[in-house]
């Protein structure tokens, strides 16, 4: 899915370089509107999909490839890739303690739910006590407070 959404956004953006660099027959306004990155991202992805299904020979042609971008790069843009992914990686972690909070968050939330149901249903227990689980429960799953059944006179309301 990567791949294909990175080779559209490349497509598109070559498309665009070449109505503005071609179009006027000039190259370097073509090379200038290209987004470098995306296409090397592109690249990238590409070859480690190869790499996934062809092993270590693909992982080789990566690392060349790694290689010769490197050669061809300035200390300048070196630095600025290199603080890229400097940023990318404070910024996955950033994600991953804010997915550990929420999933922390979503089981407890299930877990105090699960015990709700639970004590609704347990047939050891009186009916009063069951009922007020079974409200309980019903707040804790969302419903409307004027929907919610909280005593035999509600009951009776709702029939009646």
């Not at 899915?1 to 080779?7: D, E, V």
């Not at 071609?22 to 470098?36: D, K, M, Q, R």
């Not at 299930?110 to 609704?120: A, G, K, P």
Request: glycine residues 6%; charged residues 30%.
């Amino acid at each position: 899915m990567l791949i294909t959404g990175n080779a559209t956004l490349c497509i598109i953006d070559g498309a665009d370089a070449a109505v503005h660099g071609l179009a006027g027959g000039n190259f370097v306004s073509f090379i200038c509107h290209l987004n470098l990155v995306g296409w090397a991202r592109l690249v990238m992805l590409v070859l480690k999909e190869l790499a996934i299904r062809l092993g270590s020979v693909a992982d080789q042609i990566i690392e060349r490839f790694w290689d010769e971008m490197a050669n061809h790069l300035t200390p300048v843009e070196r630095e600025r890739i290199h603080a890229f992914y400097q940023r990318m990686q404070e910024y996955d972690q950033y994600l991953d303690l804010l997915l550990a909070e929420y999933v922390k968050q979503v089981e407890k939330e299930y877990r105090e739910l699960y015990q709700e149901i639970q004590e609704t249903f347990r047939d050891d227990t009186f009916v009063g006590e069951r009922a007020e689980h079974s409200v309980r429960l019903a707040e804790a799953a969302g419903v409307k407070k004027e929907k919610i059944v909280r005593s035999l006179d509600d009951l009776d309301d709702l029939f009646l």
